[in-house]
């Protein structure tokens, strides 16, 4: 098949990677009338290939190219070769995301000012405020169609047994629980009809209710006729001349044929694994240590939120599986609060795991196995539970690293992903678990398993914004520091990670940062 745009058409804007970030972008840029590639490493699916099924699912989208996790971490030891959760496919992490669409906090955007150095962590504030960003969130929340915002006006969702019975909990505790503002539709939008509640939003959306850049951003871009997707294109390097502007990218496709693609400006949103792993592996003798790396920054400050998960047992049903996957949200913690034993919020995500994966990551007593754990999926629904969602701290030792010796099937370095907790992460957890427990003790819960950890959905940091270039990897507009037409699009430009799930965020900037590059290539800056 021929491409829509030639390979040596130097006036294009590549985009690497199609998910919240890329996929949003190129509508943007396509909107504008701008030209773009976007070369995505993964297949292209369609609605019908979209099955109720969590482990089929799970095989079907999940990025599984080998990565090796190193860390004193219980993540590491049991999940070696796969440290985050994400989707290989047009569409990126949107097919699976649980749609939990919330905005940063004013003082997270400024976690340096507000606490200082944080021993053992990297901090720094964003160089931008929730204030210049108000006016993009309420452009993404209109395109995302939030539901409960004033931006779309659309309804919630309704409060399912499994919402009610921690709405109690809270209350029992002086805590506050709300519904969750979701991207998936209450009401028929946009040709997409509303959520009929099948419980599988994480498996990707059979009906399409919720939003994916997969069947909105993506086809809307290519029915301008500005935008062409290349699926199954795999990029393995960016080039650049001699004046240190890139020039294009070299792909290798389904076949794995080579192609190098030209490029005006280039954009790279492939998460905060493949994003910084791309730039380490384009290094040259201008730039020795990876491209857009004169800070050292490049791959350091993984985040990936502090996690885990608390699922009580109750003597009635609960049934929890009848709702969407996160129908509310309990926030009584999300402010900044060292008084509590640690630094920054965390929120605890009402949650529903079906019963497969609840049966792989159910965790009662220490060994994950045995009459204890068939006891407690023997109640799986009588159960309610959480999922921990908190700010994790930046450290420089977190971080995404080229393997020595190991290749993938393209003879690359496969990235070596490196996630051990800060103390405050410890600290902020344990509150977490504490918290939950009494919550559901206050309603009769007669057994409560916290769940640790399992691999990252949120992935952040990595080519972090700074204001000075010595501190990170792009400016405010996700901008390289060192090399103007070479953007990042994606989660790991994020500072820090906030406690909010990161989404809405990155559709936001990617909103801001077309606007820019939009702008900069009118007047020929870039």
Not at 99 to 121: C, L, S, W, Y
Not at 180 to 201: D, H, K, S, W, Y
Not at 326 to 346: C, F, L, T
Request: charged letters at 20%; hydrophobic letters at 35%.
């Amino acid at each position: 098949m021929s491409n829509k745009f030639r390979l040596d058409d130097d006036s294009l804007v590549v985009i690497i990677g199609s998910g919240a970030g890329g996929g949003t972008l190129a509508n943007e840029l396509a909107q504008k009338g701008i030209r773009s590639v976007v070369l995505e490493a993964g297949k292209r699916f369609t609605l019908g290939d979209i099955d109720n099924d969590e482990w089929g699912m799970f095989g079907k989208i999940s990025w599984l190219d080998k990565r090796i996790s190193t860390a004193p971490s219980r993540l590491a030891k049991d999940f070696p070769n796969l440290p985050a959760w994400i989707v290989k496919g047009v569409g990126g992490s949107t097919m699976h995301w649980a749609g939990v669409a919330m905005r940063f906090q004013e003082h997270e955007f400024k976690m340096k000012t507000t606490n200082g150095d944080i021993p053992g962590a990297n901090v720094l504030d964003w160089p931008i405020t929730l204030k210049e960003l108000e006016p993009y969130y309420v452009l993404a929340e209109k395109k995302m169609g939030v539901c409960g915002t004033e931006s779309t006006g659309m309804p919630f969702h309704g409060k399912s047994s499994h919402y009610k019975v921690v709405e109690a909990g809270a209350k029992k505790i002086d805590a506050h629980c709300e519904q969750a503002t979701l991207a998936i539709n209450t009401q028929p939008r946009e040709g997409r009809p509303p959520c009929q509640v099948m419980g599988f939003c994480m498996q990707g959306c059979k009906i399409g209710a919720k939003w994916s850049t997969m069947y909105t951003e993506i086809p809307q871009a290519e029915a301008t006729g500005h935008c062409e997707v290349r699926p199954e294109s795999m990029v393995l390097k960016i080039e650049h001349n001699k004046q240190g502007k890139v020039t294009g990218v070299l792909y290798a496709d389904k076949e794995g044929n080579k192609h190098f693609q030209k490029a005006r400006v280039i954009a790279v949103a492939a998460n905060s694994i493949e994003s910084p792993r791309l730039l380490l592996n384009s290094a040259s003798d201008m730039f020795p240590e990876g491209l857009a790396n004169s800070s050292g920054q490049v791959g350091k400050n993984y985040m990936t939120h502090t996690t885990g998960g608390v699922y009580a047992e109750f003597e009635k049903p609960v049934h929890m599986y009848k709702s969407t996957v996160v129908p509310g949200i309990v926030k009584e913690w999300q402010d900044n609060d060292p008084k509590r034993g640690h630094y920054a919020g965390y929120e605890l995500e009402i949650l529903h795991l079906g019963l497969p994966f609840m049966s792989a990551f159910l965790n009662p007593g220490v060994s994950g196995w045995g009459r204890e754990v068939s006891e407690s999926l023997r109640n799986y629904e009588k159960m309610a539970g959480f999922w921990i969602c908190g700010e994790d701290m930046p450290v420089e030792q977190n971080s995404i690293t080229l393997h020595a010796t190991e290749k993938d099937q393209h003879g690359l370095p496969v990235p070596v992903v490196y996630k051990a907790d800060h103390i405050n992460d410890t600290r902020m957890r344990n509150h977490a678990y504490q918290k939950s427990k009494e919550l559901f003790e206050s309603v009769g819960a007669i057994k409560v398993s916290n769940l640790p950890a399992y691999p990252a959905s949120h992935n952040m940091g990595t080519n972090r914004m700074s204001e000075k270039s010595r501190d990170g990897v792009v400016n405010s507009w996700g901008q390289s520091h060192d090399i103007d037409n070479l953007f990042i699009s994606d989660g790991s430009q994020f500072t820090t990670s906030a406690t909010e799930n990161p989404t809405l965020t990155i559709v936001a900037l990617a909103i801001r940062q077309a606007d820019y590059i939009a702008k900069s290539m009118k007047s020929k800056t870039i």
